[in-house]
């Protein structure tokens, strides 16, 4: 069984148990991969997180059941996870934009959100010039953020993130660095889930330095990993074009798994290097 046929068996449990409790340590197996690596896969591929697509699932068939006529608002708020009538009403009311109790009553445009399946496309060949490295402990040294994902929208955004990486923080963390990757580092970790709807993560803007640093800085210890490294030469939007291949692409269809830990970028002037954590499936 390919990687992506396993993909879509995790989709079509989701969508079987919509009216359920979804159990993901059954959506990892059948996903052949981890919970983290699954859920990292369908937010590149999809630009929204899980939980956002489960959310939006439910309320498209909650609506549907609702069309039908016949069917109490309390009832479908039980049958798509919502502990009582007035949070499911605002829950459906933030994505449809009319009380449950209106949809029989008034004409109005409700919003369907479609099944989603894996699709593995690859255009013209391009190829991805990627090399596998060991690489001991480290940490990271520099200053963190939390970013919060709600509803899909990140606070703060990443030009504020930005705003704060001034020329003498690049000139402190550039010295401040001794391992690799080199310089002034983006580093991404600890995702969590804080919420039905809300999702959080730490940035670092850093430098790799050695396990045993003791200096001011903000620090995150990085374990002991694999890690898939991948060269990419051109401006942001090149960058991104490469993240996103190495999760529809290059993820689905190699022999190593995403784990959880950190996913790095690196770059200086018009070259930059992905990093992520993996193992051998």
Same mark, same amino acid.
């Given at each position: 069984m390919s990687h992506l046929?396993?993909?879509?068996?995790?989709?079509?449990?989701?969508?079987?148990? %919509?009216? =359920?409790?979804?159990? /993901?340590?059954?959506?990892?197996?059948?996903? %052949?991969?981890?919970?983290?690596?699954?859920?990292r896969i369908f937010s590149f591929?999809?630009?929204?997180?899980?939980?956002?697509?489960?959310?939006?699932?439910r309320l498209t068939l909650a609506a549907m059941a609702l069309q039908k006529g016949g069917a109490k608002v309390i009832d479908v708020a039980n049958q798509y996870g919502y502990s009582s009538p007035d949070a499911f009403? &605002?829950?459906?009311?933030?994505?449809?934009?009319? %009380?449950?109790?209106?949809?029989?009553?008034?004409?109005?445009?409700?919003?369907s959100c479609p099944i989603m399946t894996f699709r593995l496309t690859i255009e013209g060949g391009e190829e991805m010039n990627y090399r596998i490295e060991e690489k001991t402990e480290f940490?990271?040294?520099?200053?963190? /953020?939390? /970013?919060?994902?709600?509803?899909? =929208?990140?606070?703060?955004?990443?030009?504020?993130?930005?705003?704060?990486?001034?020329?003498?923080?690049?000139?402190?963390?550039?010295?401040?660095?001794? &391992?690799e990757p080199s310089g002034v580092i983006h580093v991404t970790t600890d995702y969590r889930q804080l919420s039905e709807h809300t999702e959080a993560f730490n940035h670092y803007i850093g430098a790799a330095v050695s396990k045993d640093y003791s200096g001011n800085k903000e620090t995150h210890d990085?374990?002991?990993?694999a890690w898939a490294v991948f060269e990419i030469e051109g401006d942001w939007e090149s960058v991104e074009k490469e993240w996103m291949r190495i999760y529809s692409?290059?993820?689905?269809?190699?022999?190593?798994?995403?784990?959880?830990g950190a996913e790095i970028l690196a770059s200086k002037e018009n070259s930059s290097e992905v990093w992520i954590q993996v193992k051998k499936r």
């Open positions: 046929h396993s993909l879509n068996e995790a989709m079509e449990y989701i969508e079987s148990h %919509l009216d =359920q409790k979804i159990d /993901m340590k059954e959506v990892a197996r059948k996903a %052949l991969s981890s919970e983290y690596e699954f859920k591929l999809s630009g929204m997180t899980l939980s956002d697509y489960i959310r939006k699932r009403s &605002r829950a459906f009311e933030r994505y449809h934009h009319i %009380l449950p109790s209106e949809v029989r009553t008034r004409t109005h445009t409700l919003k940490k990271v040294a520099g200053y963190c /953020m939390e /970013m919060i994902m709600e509803e899909n =929208q990140l606070k703060p955004s990443y030009d504020e993130v930005l705003e704060k990486l001034t020329d003498e923080r690049v000139e402190e963390l550039t010295d401040l660095s001794d &391992r990085i374990k002991a990993s692409e290059w993820l689905p269809s190699s022999n190593f798994e995403l784990i959880e």
